[in-house]
């Protein structure tokens, strides 16, 4: 039987303890994980970390952007949102 944990390094692993902070390896791999389109529960089974940290982290670490589009003269703004582990790390430094 596999489990999701298997592609993991286990030391990785072994070295998360219950009630620790996320580092800035954890980040990155919740970005990673969530542009493949996995879920929060999923994210977290493979972490080892609850899925109500998940969504903590990706609503800390969510950053706004405009596309530009020019049309006919006029300049058209396209808002949407991304997580960035840049901004998760940087606002939990604070």
Request: no cysteine.
């Amino acid at each position: 039987m596999t489990h999701l944990n298997d592609t993991m390094p286990t030391n990785f692993l072994a070295t998360h303890r219950k009630y620790a902070h996320l580092t800035k390896e954890e980040r990155v791999m919740i970005a990673t994980l969530k542009s493949q389109g996995l879920s929060n529960r999923a994210i977290g089974r493979q972490l080892r970390v609850n899925h109500q940290t998940i969504n903590n982290e990706l609503k800390r670490g969510t950053v706004r952007q405009i596309r530009r589009q020019k049309f006919n003269g006029k300049t058209y703004d396209y808002p949407y949102h991304i997580y960035s582990y840049e901004a998760g790390q940087n606002i939990y430094l604070k």
